[in-house]
């Protein structure tokens, strides 16, 4: 299931229903390689003769434009976010001064581990986006494919021609997208913590490989962007996908879910808590019931996607059960 919910229209996927114009830097902004450039300007869209490098040439003047000021006051608004029209306000400003066309964000939600939830957010053609939810294309997209296996930003030149993509119907998403006009681009893996995968793209029109100095710009700025993005939309999304956050698990409750984990029985949870059996009973009993699950091996499972069973450095091993390591060992 896709969700998106703004504060003006719940809809399927979000969308502003057009193109990031090439070249349209926002005012303030520093653009003094950029300014005059128009949507109809021939230098960025003639590809015919020389004027194609050119192109190359403007635009890697423009990707040069953001400064860590316009990265730190991005990033701040992303912080301070509680819509999809101010992420995609921000988003829509990043790849102006970034150079590229198009942004999109996509996200698995692991509600229920079989059938996740699903998030998606772009700037994309409309008839891109209206193929793509008829066809379930975010199955085969093998963006998101990568983000499930790697953590550092690719271009897509690099993932279509290396061995990240080598399913065919990932070849196919790809030739399908540049009819569209998705010709090149960047993406960010980003995980969550509430075991969510997540990828966010910059996307260029352009037919020609992604200029070096485009590429660096993208690489350099574009991760840690990519991770506030990420952060607002779960923020966002938090309790209209994940309702169970919302109830309060205790630290006991979470203690015996812990060693459920670690496969102790509960005769062994009560002797390492230093609780009564039933004790231990009542607390499983309760995070069950606010887990919405059946049993305590579900509960594990689902403990782990929302990150209730974390790693216990502090605990200390019951007499019994600690190891006596001899004076003279090394």
Known sequence: MIRAVSENWRVVAYTKGSEVPQGSIKEGAASKGAQGLRPSDPVLYN??????????????????EIT???????????????????????????????GFNFFSYCATIPTALTRPDMIEINSYPETWQALYREKELIKTDPTLLYAET?????????????????????????????????????????RGNVGSTAVLSLVSKKREPLPQPLIDTAFTFGALFANYVHDAVL??????LLPIKKKRISLR???????????????EIARILKIA???????????????????????????????????????????HQRKVIPKNTV
């Open 47 to 64: 590809f015919e003769n020389t004027v194609s490098r050119q192109w190359l040439t403007r635009v890697s003047k423009m990707a040069t």
């Open 277 to 319: 059996e039933r004790t231990v009973v009542y607390h499983l009993e309760n995070i069950i019931a606010k887990l919405e699950v059946r049993n305590r091996q579900q509960a594990v499972a689902r403990g782990m996607i929302m990150s209730y069973i974390s790693h216990r450095l502090d605990w200390e091993a019951p007499p």
């Open 235 to 240: 923020r966002i999304f938090d309790e209209d």
């Open 150 to 190: 790697h953590h550092t930003p690719v271009t897509w030149d690099e993932m279509a021609l290396n061995r990240h993509v080598d399913d065919k119907s990932s070849h196919q998403y790809i030739l399908k997208a540049r009819e569209y006009g998705l010709n090149s681009g960047v993406s960010f893996p980003l």
């Open 253 to 267: 409750e979470r203690e015996c879910l812990l060693w459920v984990a670690e496969g102790k029985t509960t005769w």
């Open 68 to 98: 860590h000021t316009d990265l730190y006051r991005l990033t701040s608004n992303l912080a301070k976010a509680r819509s999809l029209d101010e992420i995609n306000v921000q988003c829509t400003e990043f790849c102006q001064l970034t």
